[in-house]
């Protein structure tokens, strides 16, 4: 189970790893259903089980209303594994989950944010599809440090289920019109990151280095990377969509006698700016295409 290529450049490199580990080549008879409705996961969930499955892997719109689902399973004897996003459950109901902490990655882009010493923190959020773990873990830090009084969020939108560049930009040009007085955008992934910007470039308004408006995206597409480098934006956290190969190596090793691990298991990532990022992490921790050096995707 898992979420459309369409929804963002992270999600296509994770369902391309997913087809091109669970391959037939590699000895497993894999079907894939990939929808941003809950409901249509769950349901093709249910029907996987009862069709006979051995391992059932998730990463779900939603962070709720699995339990029937994780119950079917255990009862028919399938394995479960979880991920990319974690679900709100008892950890009983799944075998193991292979993770990013995406309130890891809202606390990493807050702390960058925060020592960069701006006189003021007015931020536009930008959030991913609501209630999925990626918006829910990245938003709370960041809504927690508005009740501190550490940040002001003057504008508060989503990029809808799909994470849209074009919902992105009319939040941002929605608090233009409205006179909104900003110099942060923080969208929840490079594409509302992207489409927040071509807002305020419309608007002729200056953003990445030494520009009015701090620019900070979640991912790591190589475009996105480039744009940091060129200081058209300023900070990208990365977000890691390859976690195909190490499931498998679970399952054969398992096969062959050894433990499934259990409980959660976070991935190590990290975050660039302006003054860390360079060509060998471009090349070594980014995903999808790359611009090549000097290009600004906007």
Known sequence: MNLPPEESGYRQANVDDMNNVFSKANGYDAKQTNTSDNSAQ??????????GVNYLLISAASDTGWDQVFKAAKAAGVTVFLFDRVINTDPSN????????MHAEGVATLNWLLSQNLPVYNVILIR??????????????FLEAAKEGKINIVADGTGGDSWSPALARKVVEAAIAAGKDFNVVYGENDGLAQGAVQ????????????????????????????????????????????????ISSWIKTHQAGAAFPTGI??????WVDTATITDQIIKDQGINADPGKGVITK
């Open 265 to 270: 298991i976070y991935q190590k990532e990290i």
């Open 94 to 101: 799944y075998q193991a989950a292979l993770v990013s902490d």
């Open 128 to 141: 991913g599809q609501l209630g999925s773990a990626a918006e829910v873990g990245r938003s709370a830090p």
């Open 199 to 246: 807002a305020l470039d419309a608007a002729g308004i200056t953003h990445g280095k030494g520009g009015k408006v701090t620019i900070m995206g979640n991912d790591f597409n190589r475009w996105a990377l480039r744009n940091v480098q060129a200081g058209y934006w300023n900070f990208d956290q990365q977000c890691k969509p390859r976690q195909a190969a190490e």
């Open 42 to 51: 769950i349901a093709a969930a249910m029907g996987y089980i009862r069709d």
